[in-house]
T-cell receptor, first 112, second 115 residues
């Protein structure tokens, strides 16, 4: 069965801390892995990863993919209260389609 | 660009009533997806369309759920009859190309409560 598993399920940190969110997957016909951020509304796109070992970076956020070990991590450095959200990992699979399977997400709470 | 548009944003109904959710994808996007999100099960794909044609509806829970896409700019998800366990946030998303691995753009969602 195709699946995406995220850990931890939830995390509470203080401003300034660095966090690492994990995503592992087992899917057929892997095409890409995507990270989304969801606050009190729709998921918004952060990164898309297709190749192993190449870090994607945007400000304080970065992500990397390991296609051999079938996982990805999302790092957030110098966390701020505005980083509080659910972080969703999704994998595009299943041949020539845009079908995504999502993990259940990691709920991050950043305290002042 | 207005992004993906969904209506209504909130819907409260009674068990047994018909519910229709609406979605307008981003202009030019070929693929459209309906998702359901609950605390227990997370974000689940219900059905997706490519060029207005349903490609995979294996995520549709049961026959009470149906979806249509009569043209490239409009889709509906209907629940008839609705049940309390259908309460969730329903998202519509669109993507520019059906055979690539581009990101999906999500609408604001419809929060459905079935009493």
């Amino acid at each position: 069965e195709d699946k995406v598993v995220q850990s931890p399920l939830s995390l509470v940190v203080h401003e300034g801390d660095t966090v690492t969110l994990n995503c592992s997957y087992e899917v057929t016909n892997f095409r890409s892995l995507l990270w989304y951020k969801q606050e009190k509304k729709a998921p918004t796109f952060l990164f898309m990863l297709t190749s192993s070992g190449i870090e994607k970076k945007s400000g304080r956020l970065s992500s990397i993919l390991d296609k051999k070990e079938l996982f990805s991590i999302l790092n957030i450095t110098a966390t701020q209260t505005g980083d509080s959200a659910i972080y969703l990992c999704a994998v595009n699979y299943g041949g020539a389609t845009n079908k995504l399977i999502f993990g259940t997400g990691t709920l991050l709470a950043v305290q002042p | 660009d207005a992004g993906v548009i969904q209506s209504p944003r909130h819907e409260v109904t009674e068990m047994g009533q018909e519910v229709t959710l609406r979605c307008k994808p981003i202009s030019g996007h070929n693929s459209l997806f309906w998702y359901r999100q609950t605390m227990m099960r997370g974000l689940e794909l219900l059905i997706y369309f490519n060029n207005n044609v349903p490609i995979d509806d294996s995520g549709m829970p049961e026959d009470r759920f149906s979806a249509k896409m009569p043209n490239a700019s409009f889709s509906t998800l209907k629940i008839q009859p609705s049940e309390p366990r259908d309460s969730a946030v329903y998202f519509c998303a669109s993507s520019p190309q059906g055979n690539s691995y581009n990101e999906q753009f999500f609408g604001p969602g419809t929060r459905l409560t079935v009493l």
